[in-house]
């Protein structure tokens, strides 16, 4: 069995989840032993976040996995004002900051200045590597992440909607641009704070989160009719 799958992430699994998940479907199916079937995907997706993930399957196709983690990438964003969280997300610990609440106007001048190519430096809690080491597990353990600041481009940023404390954003961005770092910069420069409390992946270049497959609903015959 071999090919790429677009599959929606659920909330609470952990890419590498999703990964298990199918590489045991397709190793029961064939007769194989798990660790000799080999999957991949193609860019992570956080634990709280929901969406597209694309998953290659076999060695002709797991080899590919670089020209697909390079595509620009589309994010339906909740940011939440007022607060911040140690991880960037609901799962840290949250701090409130202001209950300032800002303007319509506020809002769209922030996003206008976050447009364009900017430098950000990525979340602690991420799967980054540091000194060979996962920066998430740095964290975990307490211990100091210095992560150096890298350029990405923010293709657009719109505002879908604003009901205070909740700002709802559509993101196109380049690969390697974290969402949780984005939201913490548009919090602190509209003075209130911030935290992404939602995240949907919904496009991977071409590929759209609509043509996707729940993962909770594959089945080794689903899958085998999925693969392209």
Known sequence: MQGMLLVDKPAGWTSFDVVN????????AEGKRPKSVKVGHTGTLDPFATGLLILLIGKDYTKRAGEFSKLDKTYEVTMRLGAISTTGDPEGKITPVSDRKPSLQDIQTALEQFKGEIEQIPPAFSAIKVNGQRAYKLARAGKEVIIEPRKVTINSL?????????????????????????????????GT???????ERVTVGDFALKDAAQTKELTAELLKSLLT
């Open 21 to 28: 998940y199918v590489r045991r479907m397709v190793a029961t």
């Open 158 to 190: 719109e505002l879908t909607d604003y009901s205070y404390p909740e700002v709802k954003l559509t993101a196109n961005v380049t690969s390697g641009t974290y969402i949780r770092t984005l939201v913490e910069d548009l919090g602190e420069d509209l």
């Open 193 to 199: 704070g911030a935290y992404t409390s939602h995240l």
